[in-house]
């Protein structure tokens, strides 16, 4: 069974930058959609981003839209979030998962069966 295990996580200042990374041991990000979600104290979990590179598409949440960026490396092993222009609402924890949704329901949390355990965010004012 594929396995998903995110780093890069810190404690950061508003207006940073910070790169978090999604590491599996199998080349799965080829086929596979690789979403982002996150939860914040209280919150329930919520969709951040997503791609699934064998059928183009791409989608953001409107919160971090223009800030964050999903992008890949060439051995399809890594995927990663790049997160600019950071702010004290977008502390959580960050976790990856992989599926195979349609863009349709690329937001959806059960659309993704394998997880990460989550990698910590936290933005100081």
């Known amino acids: 069974q594929v396995q998903l295990a995110e780093s890069g996580g810190g404690l950061v200042q508003a207006g940073d930058s910070l790169r978090l990374s999604c590491a599996t041991s199998?080349?799965?990000?080829?086929?596979?959609?690789v979403a982002w979600f996150r939860q914040a104290p209280g919150k329930e979990r919520e969709f951040v981003a997503a791609?699934?590179?064998?059928?183009?598409?791409?989608v953001y949440a409107d919160s971090v839209k223009g800030r964050f960026t999903i992008s890949r490396d060439n051995a399809r092993t890594t995927v990663f979030l790049q997160m600019n222009s950071l702010k004290p609402e977008d502390t959580a924890i960050y976790y990856c998962?992989?599926?195979?949704?349609?863009?349709?329901?690329?937001?959806?949390?059960?659309?993704?069966?394998?997880w990460g355990q989550g990698t910590q965010v936290t933005v100081s004012s």
């Open positions: 199998e080349p799965t990000f080829g086929e596979y959609a």
């Open positions: 998962a992989t599926g195979r949704p349609p863009l349709s329901a690329a937001r959806t949390i059960g659309s993704y069966r394998t």
């Open positions: 791609r699934r590179w064998s059928t183009g598409w791409s």
